[in-house]
Structure formats: C-alpha cells, structure tokens
C-alpha cells in the first residue's frame, strides 16, 4: 500500500527531534555530527531521524569526500501550507460570520434596552 506524500511529510513532521533538525537545516546545510551535537542519542538514531526526513522529501543527503551535508528541502513543507491554508481560510469565515452574528446581537441588544418598558 503506497502512502501518498502529504501524509509522509506530517508523520515526519510528528517528531520534535526531526522538527528541531530542520530548524537547524533552515540556517544551511550541516554534517550529520552537527546535527546530533543538541541531542542526547547516538549517532544512529540520528540518521534514522535522517532517513525519515529524507524519505519524506524534507532533506536531501550528499557527500563531498568525507564530509556528508545534510541541507533542506523545503518543497513539502509548501505543499503541508497549502493543505493548512484550506482550513484557515474556513475557520476565518467561521470567525467573521461569529463576529458579524456578535455585533448584530449587541446592536439588538443596545436598541431593546433603549426602549421604555
């Protein structure tokens, strides 16, 4: 069963460890020692925190003689805003339709309390 790439990128996404390695990479590419210097694990568990990010299409990996950078890819991270972007536009007009109801129902209120009993 294939899983279809958004959902990839929030499973990636899940993790703060690998939410706090591509904060790191949003300030440029990195070797994975840099990477694991913050954190408190091996450098195993690392590159399995490597490989999810890769598989998900966040990172990609090279390699310049010894040295492996790591740098950002930040296209499904575009594409996770645009899914978000169809719910923040529907709970805008949830809100503005609640705003506009509040007004209405003071304005109703100001006018029924202005009248003589």
Same mark, same amino acid.
């Given at each position: 069963? !294939?899983?279809?790439?958004?959902?990839?990128?929030? *499973?990636?996404?899940? #993790?703060? +460890?690998?939410? /706090? =390695?591509?904060?790191? @990479?949003? !300030?440029?590419?990195?070797?994975?020692?840099?990477? *694991?210097?913050?954190? #408190?694990? +091996?450098?195993? /568990? =690392?590159?399995?925190? @490597?490989?999810?990010?890769?598989?998900?299409?966040?990172?990609?990996?090279?390699?310049?003689?010894?040295?492996?950078?790591?740098?950002?890819?930040?296209?499904?991270?575009?594409?996770?805003?645009?899914?978000?972007?169809?719910?923040?536009?529907?709970?805008?007009?949830?809100?503005?339709?609640?705003?506009?109801?509040?007004?209405?129902?003071?304005?109703?209120?100001?006018?029924?309390?202005?009248?003589?009993?």
């Amino acid at each position: 069963m !294939s899983t279809d790439m958004l959902s990839t990128t929030f *499973a990636a996404l899940a #993790d703060p +460890t690998r939410r /706090a =390695i591509l904060a790191r @990479l949003s !300030s440029g590419e990195s070797s994975v020692k840099e990477l *694991a210097k913050p954190f #408190d694990m +091996t450098l195993p /568990a =690392i590159s399995k925190h @490597l490989k999810v990010l890769e598989r998900a299409g966040l990172i990609q990996r090279s390699r310049d003689a010894q040295w492996r950078p790591c740098r950002l890819d930040a296209k499904p991270l575009r594409e996770v805003a645009d899914w978000v972007e169809q719910y923040r536009r529907f709970w805008g007009e949830r809100l503005d339709r609640l705003e506009d109801y509040l007004r209405d129902l003071h304005a109703q209120e100001k006018t029924d309390g202005c009248k003589e009993p």
